[in-house]
């Protein structure tokens, strides 16, 4: 049993277990002081769904820090420029803090948008700006009027909320720029991928089945991005929106002002990455009535290219168990699905960020017992870890550690992974990854796993 | 040129060669036995200097977070920096827990020292943890000021007056890697003299697998050999740029220990230096295993010298990390070009030509704060043949296509950042050699046929 303890009390509403009644779990709270939150901040919200665009200048204007830790740090890729990959800001001081940093801020954007050539900067604010009052509005009006490039400020203070309002600001600075370039030569069998990054070149394998589906991908938002394609969205028939909510937003407004519709996508998976492009299909099937088929065809290909190579890994992997933290729980559910393809079973799954409507869901699809909480801590991760014995965690850098120290397989699942894990190819990779980890043979050495051996040995009587 | 350290003339920083003040504090902290470090800030500075940290030593770092919202950002964070302490010792049991200001903390007024005094009244029934700490607002500095800033706090608020004089030698290392930390208490250890090292990361930040997860991992400085510094016989510290108000500096002041400042024992010229203090210190002469390495190291020198004679250099990082690489670069015969650090006010020109004394027959271009778009803009006319710093420089040494030798913090794209060494002559040694195989690397790669006999 968990050592409940490691619980602190203002958190255990936030930890359930399935199986044990209605689920009732506490989330989108502001994170408890002292607990140690796996969780960042506003402008980390926004600086993740930003950042692949990639002709854009993203200025962060604020200390040091706030950039420097997310200078290159992302596997986002880019089939052109990299602008995206550099760290800029207006590196506030002392001086700038007392008299307003609107001055610096002004030319350090003129400076740099001479210097790089962007298509659009993006001006993130941080903690810092959101308590001297820079009006960053006006900033970016008057260097728009001088430049000519659109500059968007992103209101992402960083101790306004958690990620998800990060997300709504992003959200909102890209939606300035729908809507500011010409559609007429965009067909009606077209779609714009939403909430999806790029990493390792995923963008570009989604990108290859729709188009062998016979649809043209008019935006990716944001992964390999451009902004000249962002001003573009509303002229695609359907948004696809992946992830938790990084780019929902954007997909409702959109629907809003410019009644294009929505649905929810995951490329995650074999049934979902499936199900998603069955999904789309049946969208345009009455437009294009061979695109069932196509898609049929498709999965039915990739299918057969990486099931001999799925059976291999989990002949290996039947029984083992996995515990998952990720930032947003929708990438959790696809991966609970891909764990039973490897006949593995999720024993603890958490996110930073759920939702109830989340939460209530993994109740259901977990099975019974399974820990399921909400912006957890290494102390709660490391107890739920040994409790269950998991065999493999899933997570970020973060957590890569934890699972270490405990002597349990790693696979890094969040954006600073260099291993497409998206699309049918990305399946394989994912067992591939999880794979290498849980079948190495050095957890035979690390002192956890030592003891459990010694504790069958005596078991089995081999004890002296 | 040494006397003009030309400031950056542009006024944005693109790719900044420098951190923020609150990471450097966190990893001092982070080198106290049972210490937790803790952010009074909003939640989003700890956990990106979390993942910060953990990518270059591959361990659990946990920092807490007074995880402000918009409310105490109106109100004052007192309240919540109460409560994450209170929620830091039951779930941790620390001994010390370190807390350092951020930006914004720092912005709207938060007094940490009346706080935290309050903080002791109201709960003066509960067994309470040291609490230390630090202003470090990420606008005044960079992760070095944080640092010693840092270590300064450690020693001047847990210094006990009454300690008794005792025989142990106060050591504050600065910025190095857990194992060139473990390899200074073995010298020190030969000496027959025993250290007090401050911070001490050498098992926090480089520990071993376990039985079990440890909230806090074992290691570090024990809070009472913090408290009992004013008895030490004598201080050492290294560093060429540091701050006047220094734990060594702390000491001598408020306590009369001797403090001697040295600068990074890297290079024969710099190692002879500390090897010497260290013979002072003990009465003792330098013992026949070192005198070994040191002939050792200087037949090296010979042997490689060749491969590196007149090869360009660039070298960049935490101004005292930089000076050290540099007066080594100048005794091996390798020509430092550009000298660049994101610090200011260092007096690093003057720090670099002392340093080389007349080993130079040129002195290099030396940069203070500037971020690695002004060191690219210069470089790139120098033609660099050899890199020196943390990874943060390696898209520009490929662009140049030089080879990058890793050395400080961050090492983000190698494995073992947390092992490196360059320190003492053993240090030394394999930063030496680590130079030649790049450079001998390169030539093999660069050549058609492949050299395999060199």
Redesign the interface.
Known sequence: MTND??I?DERRAQVFRSGSGDIDIACNR???????????????GSRVVLYPIADALH?VH????????????RGALSSGPELHR?????????K??IFGGEP?LE???L??IERNKPKAAFVYS???V???GDDMEAVCRRVEEKTGIPVLPVQSE?????KREGYLAACKAMFRLVGTADISDVPELSVNIFGDFNIAGETWIIKDYLERMGLTVVASVTGDGRVDDIRRIHGASLNMVQCSGATLDLAKMIEEKFGKPHCRVSWLGIEDMAESLYKVAEHFAHLDPGIMERTADLVRSELGKIMPGLARYRADLEGKKAAVYVGGAFKAFSLIKSFRHLGMEVAVVGSQTGTKEDYAELAEVTDPGTIIVDDAN??EL?EFI?EKDVDVFVG???E???A????VGFCDHNHERKIPLEGFEGMLNFAREVHASAMSPVWN????RE?RHRDVGKECGHDE | MTNNPAAKNAVSTTNACKLCTPLGASLAFKGVEGAVPFLHGSQGCATYMRRYIISHFREPIDIASSALGEKQAVYGGGPNLKKGILNVMKKYSPSLVGVASTCLTETIGDDMGLILHEFREEFSDLDLPEVVHVSTPSYQGTHSDGFHRAVHALTDQLADPEAEKNERIALFPGMVSPAEIRLLKDIFREYGLTPTVLPDISDTLDGPALEDYEPVASGGTPVADIKALPGAAASVEFGSCLPRESGGTCLEKRFGVLNTRLPIPLGVRACDDFYDALAELSGSCIPRRYEQERGRLVDAYVDGHKYVFGKRAVVYGEENLVVALTAFLAEIGVQPVLVGTGAEGKRLAEAVESACGDLLREQPLVREGVDFHDIAEEAEALTPELVLGNSKGQRYARAWNAPLIRAGFPIHDRFGGQRLKGIGYEGTQELFDRIVNALIDKKQSDSPIGWGYI
Request: charged share 20%; hydrophobic share 45%; proline share 5%.
């Open positions: 303890s490691t602190l502001q994170s408890l002081a002292g607990a140690v939150s796996q969780r960042a901040c506003v402008f980390c200025l604020g200390p040091v820090g706030c950039a420097a830790y997310t200078w290159d740090i550099l760290s800029f800001t207006t590196d506030l001081r002392e700038d803090i610096k030319a350090a954007l400076e740099l941080t903690c810092i959101g308590l001297i960083g101790f306004k909320g958690s290494p102390l490391q040994k970020g850098v973060k890569r550690p934890i270490f120290k405990l002597g050495f690390v002192p956890r003891a």
